[in-house]
Nanobody, 118 residues
Framework: QVQFVESGGRLVQPGGSLRLSCAASGSISRIYAWGWYRQAPGEQRELVATLVDGGDTWYRDAVKGRFTMSRDNAKNTLYLQMNSLRPEDTAIYYC????????????WGQGTQVTVSS
């Protein structure tokens, strides 16, 4: 089982920046793909970005050019640098492994709330 602890979310004005962190622990050695996800009020959870071993990344169109996902292997920590934030980025952000069947995952952390508002 893998545990995730997300942090770094807060209220920020439109155009601002945040860096989210995710500390992963437990059986992580076999995980080769990681993801950041978000769930806005009244919406389904969605995949925001992925990072695989080797460094390849993927971003959903809505965040391309604004968000950057990275990982510190020594610290078992994932990051999501978010720039030029928009009100529509408001959501609870989660990290987890990434795979095609991610919608079936049941093991989630508590997430971190990001609110973009003036």
């Amino acid at each position: 089982q893998v545990q995730f602890v997300e942090s770094g979310g807060r209220l920020v004005q439109p155009g601002g920046s945040l860096r989210l962190s995710c500390a992963a622990s437990g059986s992580i050695s076999r995980i080769y793909a990681w993801g950041w996800y978000r769930q806005a009020p009244g919406e389904q959870r969605e995949l925001v970005a992925t990072l695989v071993d080797g460094g390849d990344t993927w971003y959903r169109d809505a965040v391309k050019g604004r968000f950057t996902m990275s990982r510190d292997n020594a610290k078992n920590t994932l990051y999501l640098q978010m720039n030029s934030l928009r009100p529509e980025d408001t959501a609870i952000y989660y990290c987890n492994r990434a795979s095609a069947d991610w919608t079936t995952y049941t093991n989630w952390g508590q997430g971190t709330q990001v609110t973009v508002s003036s």
